[in-house]
């Protein structure tokens, strides 16, 4: 079981979040704190897993704080360099991804489907840094920088056919095989047939979707 604590101001929002991740029976909602300046306390007495942080915060007159949670991501690592973080906001402007860049775990928008998330989170966990295909172009920039793969690598590199990658990246997203089938207008089996020949091409022994969703990132095959 992952422990997760949630440091975002928008209550209806980790209400939602809180109940839809503890349902998913591989993750386990520790804590919630509305206020940045309070996850560092948090994090000292949950020793959660990881941290979900939105960036932007507000007080009662919803006046932004002064306080962030890039400045309360940085406080976490300063205190716990092993600590794994994933932003989940709202926020995609490059003011705010070229500061978060070089200290997160990953950095997802809102969003997403609630599928999404849990493999991020889980990616996370185990190691891997995710990042959400709106921002590919920073996180491009930012990988080039530090000599790592950026999204829209080379995928023919892993033999991989085109509509091997376009089912790569809907599997990320989090559809069912039903899903993709109904999207490609193609028949389940043949998806499922797919999946088994792209596990053998890229050389991942587990075939669960998280194992190829957290090898797609790390490799570069994310649009």
Request: glycine share 8%.
């Amino acid at each position: 079981m992952i422990k997760v604590l949630i440091v975002d101001d928008h209550k209806v929002l980790t209400d939602s979040l809180k109940y839809l991740l503890d349902k998913s029976n591989e993750i386990a909602v520790v804590g919630v704190s509305p206020k940045p300046d309070d996850s560092l306390r948090m994090y000292r007495e949950l020793k959660p897993d990881v941290v979900l942080m939105d960036i932007y915060f507000y007080d009662e007159q919803r006046q932004m704080l002064q306080m962030n949670g890039i400045e309360a991501l940085k406080q976490i690592k300063d205190y716990d360099g092993n600590a794994k973080v994933l932003i989940l906001t709202s926020e995609t402007s490059n003011r705010f991804l070229e500061k978060a860049m070089p200290l997160t775990d990953g950095y997802i928008v809102k969003d997403c489907s609630i599928e999404k998330l849990i493999e991020a989170i889980k990616c996370c966990y185990g190691g891997l840094k995710i990042f959400d295909p709106l921002i590919d172009g920073v996180v491009a920039g930012e990988a080039k920088s530090n000599g790592t793969r950026s999204a829209g690598a080379n995928s023919r590199e892993y033999g991989l056919a085109e509509r091997e990658l376009k089912i790569i990246n809907l599997v990320a997203e989090g559809k069912t095989c039903k899903e993709i089938a109904a999207d490609l207008d193609l028949a389940e089996g043949y998806i499922r047939n797919m999946l088994i020949g792209i596990y053998d091409k890229l050389g991942i022994e587990s075939h669960k979707s998280t194992a190829l969703v957290a090898f797609a990132a790390k490799m570069g095959l994310l649009r």
